[in-house]
Each structure stands twice: as structure tokens, then as C-alpha cells.
């Protein structure tokens, strides 16, 4: 969550998000070209696996995923922030719906 009790005075929370930090290992397919690439996150649902939720950040392209920074596969990034002019409007996205099954 990005925070709680809103101080519109201040423009910020009163109790401010925790920090979190996590670690992982990704394999990469061995045909990936050796490019700069943009490295996002998404929920998927699991009835229909596609992006289903949105998360509480401004970085957000269309489909439900959030970009948070570059990675170089066979190169080196230079620059690994983000263009923050590129992002989509999640309030614009209606490309994100849920798969009902039926048993």
C-alpha cells in the first residue's frame, strides 16, 4: 500500500509505505539477442494467466505492467532509470479483466 492518512497540507502520508527489498535469479532463453531490455512486473491471474491487477506506482504501461528499470542481456546499461515520460495512465488501461471459469 503506498501509505496511510493522507496530510493534503504536507501532500504526503502520515505513515509512509514500508521499504521492501527482494532478490531473485530469472533464466533467460539462450536466443535472447543481446540487447537493453525493460524489466517489468505483473500479478497474474491464475484462472486465465494474463496481468490483473494494478500496483500502487506511477511507472505503468498499458497491460498491466510495471516497468522498473533496465537490464542489458550481453551488454551493459548505462543508465538503468526509467524515462518517466513514456509511462501509460493505469486509470486509462481497460485492457485488464479476469478469466471466470465455470466447473
Known amino acids: 500500500m503506498p501509505g496511510d492518512e493522507w496530510n493534503r497540507d504536507r501532500n504526503e502520508y502520515f ?10 535469479t530469472f533464466a533467460l532463453s539462450e536466443t535472447l539477442a543481446q540487447a537493453e531490455y525493460v524489466l517489468a512486473l505483473a500479478i497474474l491471474d491464475p484462472a486465465g494467466m494474463v496481468p490483473s491487477a494494478r500496483f500502487a506506482m506511477c511507472n505503468y504501461y498499458n ?38 471459469t465455470m466447473k
Open 15 to 24: 505513515w509512509r509505505p514500508k521499504a521492501n527489498e527482494v532478490q531473485g
Open 63 to 100: 497491460g498491466g505492467l510495471h516497468p522498473i528499470g533496465l537490464m542489458g542481456v550481453g551488454r551493459p546499461v548505462h543508465r538503468p532509470e526509467l524515462d518517466h515520460a513514456e509511462f501509460d495512465g493505469p486509470a486509462d488501461d481497460t485492457s485488464l479483466y479476469y478469466v471466470v
